[in-house]
């Protein structure tokens, strides 16, 4: 089995930061891609950015220049480091992975649980 671990949400006032940590366990034999989506209030899941395993990044356009995704390979997390917070940024945060688990060599996509960020105005 495999798990993503997510910490690091939280409430902080406009203007501020949070980092948010994912950290993948189990039987893993290699990760692909992994991300960060988010789901405000009312609305749809959403990608907010996304590396591979060479650190190559994609943002989507109404976090690039504030937020930076990063990983450690050799820990398996991945991280999120969101600076000048606005309050349309408050919602669930969710970590993403793609992996080829070690015990039957299967590609499946994983889930973390889950983080609340709310940013206060």
């Known amino acids: 089995q495999v798990q993503l671990v997510e910490s690091g949400g939280g409430l902080v006032q406009a203007g501020g930061s949070l980092r948010l940590s994912c950290a993948a366990s189990?039987?893993?034999?290699?990760?692909?891609?992994m991300g960060w989506y988010r789901r405000a209030p009312g609305k749809e899941r959403e990608l907010v950015a996304s590396i591979n395993r060479d650190g190559i990044a994609n943002y989507v356009d109404f976090v690039k220049g504030r937020f930076t995704i990063s990983r450690d390979n050799t820990r398996n997390t991945v991280y999120l480091q969101m600076n000048s917070l606005r309050p349309e940024d408050t919602a669930v945060y969710y970590c993403?992975?793609?992996?080829?688990?070690?015990?039957?060599?299967?590609?499946?996509?994983?889930w973390g649980q889950g983080s609340q960020v709310t940013v206060s105005s």
């Open positions: 189990g039987s893993i034999f290699s990760i692909g891609v």
């Open positions: 993403n992975a793609d992996v080829v688990d070690s015990l039957r060599f299967r590609r499946r996509n994983y």
